[in-house]
């Protein structure tokens, strides 16, 4: 090695080495759990229960789910039990998504309605640890009071299930870096529902669409290409490429009508209903569809009209590159 190299080499190491004893010293933001008792009420409960199956995709990740099926349903007695993720994710470590049913042992009946709403939008576990950011709470921080105490109250009216889990273990330096993720979030105000585009932009993030939907390099978004598709998935033999959400006339949204954007969705609920065919090359995919086949007309119109809003970028993707035949294009 040349010296100047072997120069190179320290330097960067040291730059490494301190950034590294400067985040173990440096304590991640946690702020108290809010005393909070949410109340029960009916309205509160369905409107807990479609953000959690429909928007929020709680589901997919907390569920014990069968992946030889299309979009990974949940199996029968299966549903927030919580479950390991898989290894296929390629996740620095092991992690476990809470049962996030009212078992008192096992699940979050111990835990209080502020240390679940801390978790949901400020990353902090019911153990004051710092969750990996894997579970989307750095978009679930937009989420409304109403909405994150609906999502409690809900949670709170399923039937328990005894799921024991093993304890999430991140890989090391990982654990150092997400710390600064968490950030206190004091009041998020209700956005307007009568406003299609600021409620569609609301829907859209707490529904996680920019994070799959924004190619990503290294681990980051790329900026200035947020919506413009590209970002691949994998397991094992199996990918699927998310599709360009932005109002492009060739490569985007820009040709679909508000109809064909619902009618994509809502041909899912048969699916969703009888449950979803075998997984094959032409259909894998990791977007829930089975949920989102729930939003209601009037949620997916918003969300539409707020994707027509968004700056256009030229992305031409192939959603299935290892299939013979993709079938999705069979929306145009
Ligand atoms: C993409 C997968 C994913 C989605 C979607 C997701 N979670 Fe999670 N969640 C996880 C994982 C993984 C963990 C554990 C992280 C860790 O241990 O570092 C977790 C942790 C949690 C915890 C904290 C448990 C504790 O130990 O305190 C709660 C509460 C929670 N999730 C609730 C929710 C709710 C409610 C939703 C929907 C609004 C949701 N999650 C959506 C993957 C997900
Ligand atoms: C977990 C990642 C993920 C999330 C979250 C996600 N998508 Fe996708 N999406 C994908 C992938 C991958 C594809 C390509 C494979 C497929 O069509 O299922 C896709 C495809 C699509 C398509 C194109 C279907 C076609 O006909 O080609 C549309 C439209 C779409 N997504 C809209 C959305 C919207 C709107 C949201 C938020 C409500 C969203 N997606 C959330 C990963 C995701």
Not at 17 to 23: F, R, S, V
Not at 117 to 141: Q, S, W
Not at 181 to 187: F, L, R, Y
């Amino acid at each position: 090695m040349g010296k100047k190299l072997l120069w190179i080499v320290i330097a960067v190491l040291g730059v490494a080495c301190g950034e590294i004893a400067y985040l173990s010293l440096k304590p991640p933001k946690v702020a108290a759990p809010k005393e909070i008792k949410v109340e029960l009420t009916p309205e509160r409960v369905a409107r807990g229960k479609y953000l959690v199956d429909a928007v929020g995709g709680c589901v997919d990740c907390h569920s014990i789910v069968d992946e030889t099926k299309f979009a990974a349903p949940s199996v029968p007695g299966g549903y927030l039990k919580g479950r390991v993720m898989a290894k296929e994710l390629g996740l620095p470590g092991e992690f476990s998504a809470a049962n996030l049913t009212p078992d008192p042992e096992t699940g979050i009946g111990k835990w209080s309605d502020g240390q679940v709403i801390r978790a949901i939008r400020e990353g902090i576990g019911h153990d004051n640890r710092v969750l990996f950011p894997f579970m989307p709470y750095t978009e679930y921080k937009s989420m409304s009071d109403a909405d994150v105490e609906s999502i409690v109250a809900y949670l709170r009216s399923i039937p328990a299930a005894r799921n024991s889990l093993p304890p999430s273990k991140i890989a090391f330096p990982v654990g150092l870096f997400i710390k600064t993720v968490p950030e206190p979030v004091a009041k998020v105000a209700e956005p307007n529902h009568g406003n299609a585009v600021e409620y569609g932009k609301y829907l859209t993030t707490i529904a996680g669409c920019k994070s799959c939907h924004t190619p990503v390099d290294r681990g980051a978004p790329v900026p200035g290409r947020e919506f413009a598709g590209g970002h691949e998935f994998g397991a094992g033999a199996m990918k699927a490429v998310s599709y360009n959400l932005t109002p492009d006339n060739s490569t985007g949204l820009g040709t679909w009508t508000e109809e064909q954007f619902l009618k994509k969705f809502h041909d899912y609920k048969e699916y969703a209903e009888k449950g979803p065919p075998p997984v094959t090359a032409e259909n894998w995919t990791v977007m829930p569809w089975l949920g989102y086949s729930q939003l209601e007309r009037d949620d997916l119109k918003a969300i539409f009209a707020y994707l027509k809003t968004v700056p256009a970028i030229s992305n031409a993707v192939e959603t299935r590159p290892g299939a013979k035949k993709d079938k999705t294009k069979g929306h145009l």
